[in-house]
């Protein structure tokens, strides 16, 4: 067998996943075979075997999805649909937030909602993954597909020209006939705040799809952590 090329990716959030870079490294540990692993793990401990980083530019990652035999990925919608973009199915591995991992159990959701869906493999234990990942090093055509077209670089380039325009007008600037419309006052300038950044891609990705099938924005809701007054 030729060597294996496996990329797994955190991405950008800032709680650990230590226990996906875990999962990995005893796969790679126990493989029959040579695998070639790359860690993209953010804010999570780095790889001790293999290589890693922990960001890489947009284009380069693509890449090495692209490349990769088999991509494992967070359960991040941006995340998914950028593996999906290059023709690969993903596996995902959703954070869970009762470890630490997020602030809500909106990945578990959505990545079973696009598991049933068929566009991405869901694993949520190790013995799953370790037969998931031996599975697809047998044959790694079986997670080959006709590149899906992402809406997330469209997305952000249409946000990002919306906050270019507003980030332009005077400070204080804003439409007074909005505040008419509901009676309301025209507030002190200085009280005015300016986007702090733009939003991030996944959040962008997330709502599209929550606009289009309200069953997932239902469960997305139901997720999100409740906070009493």
């Known amino acids: 067998m030729n060597t294996i090329s496996l990329v797994v990716s955190l991405g950008t959030d800032h709680h650990r996943f230590d226990r996906l870079v875990d999962w990995a490294e005893n796969?790679?540990?126990?493989?029959?075979?040579?695998?070639d692993l790359f860690v993209q793990h953010g804010s999570s401990r780095a790889p001790r075997i293999g290589t890693g980083a922990e960001l890489l530019p947009r284009e380069?990652?693509?890449?090495?999805?692209r490349t990769a035999d088999i991509v494992v990925t967070q359960g991040g919608p941006g995340g998914i649909f950028?593996?999906?973009?290059?023709?690969?199915?993903?596996?995902?591995?959703?954070?869970?937030?009762?470890?630490?991992?997020?602030?809500?159990?909106?990945?578990?959701?959505?990545?079973?909602?696009?598991?049933?869906?068929?566009?991405?493999?869901?694993?949520?234990?190790?013995a799953t993954f370790d037969d998931v990942l031996s599975r697809a090093a047998l044959d790694p055509d079986s997670l080959r597909r006709a590149p899906r077209r992402s809406p997330v670089t469209e997305t952000a380039a249409a946000l990002s020209a919306v906050i270019d325009e507003v980030m332009q007008r005077p400070a204080g600037f804003?439409?007074?006939?909005?505040?008419?419309?509901?009676?309301g006052r025209r507030p002190d300038a200085a009280r005015i705040a300016r986007p702090a950044a733009p939003v991030p891609e996944p959040v962008l990705v997330e709502a599209?799809?929550?606009?289009?099938?309200?069953?997932l924005r239902l469960a997305l809701r139901e997720a999100r952590p409740r906070h009493s007054a």
Do not use: C, N, T
Request: glycine share 6%; net charge negative.
């Open 60 to 65: 380069q990652l693509l890449e090495r999805y």
């Open 82 to 126: 950028d593996v999906a973009s290059v023709g690969k199915l993903p596996v995902v591995v959703p954070r869970v937030p009762d470890l630490g991992e997020h602030v809500d159990g909106h990945q578990v959701i959505f990545g079973r909602f696009v598991a049933e869906r068929d566009e991405a493999i869901l694993v949520e234990d190790e």
């Open 27 to 35: 796969w790679v540990s126990a493989a029959p075979f040579e695998v």
């Open 174 to 183: 804003v439409r007074w006939p909005r505040f008419a419309q509901v009676g």
């Open 208 to 215: 599209a799809l929550m606009q289009r099938d309200p069953q």
